[in-house]
């Protein structure tokens, strides 16, 4: 290798850090989440206070928590309570639902880390 070689691959290098940085890294927190149940009107909750919620659903309650501007299915009555293995939630358009229960979160922000998600 060359001089020059290893001045290209060194700028190459640094150029591929900053776009990681640039385009990748979180923007800053999600202030609301859409929390919609069954075939009602989607409800825009703070994230700013640490609370629990209870959301009644087609199955039963599924118990939500907030926490730190995150928040997440603490509870629910479905039987493979992946909506509780999703975990926190906390960018903007990150997703969960009990589909058994019929309620789902969605994360609002102003920047969202994706641009489009297909099911």
Known sequence: MKTGDKLILAVAVIFVG????????DRGH?????????DGEPQLISLD????LEMKGTSGISELEINNGRIRFKHSPCPNQICVHAGWLQHGGEFAACL??????????????FDAINF
Request: hydrophobic residues 50%.
């Open 100 to 113: 058994p229960n019929h309620v789902a979160i969605e994360i609002v922000a102003n920047t969202t880390l």
């Open 30 to 38: 999600a202030d609301f989440a859409r929390i919609t149940v069954a």
């Open 49 to 52: 206070e640490n609370r629990l």
């Open 18 to 25: 900053w776009l990681y940085s640039h385009f990748w890294t």
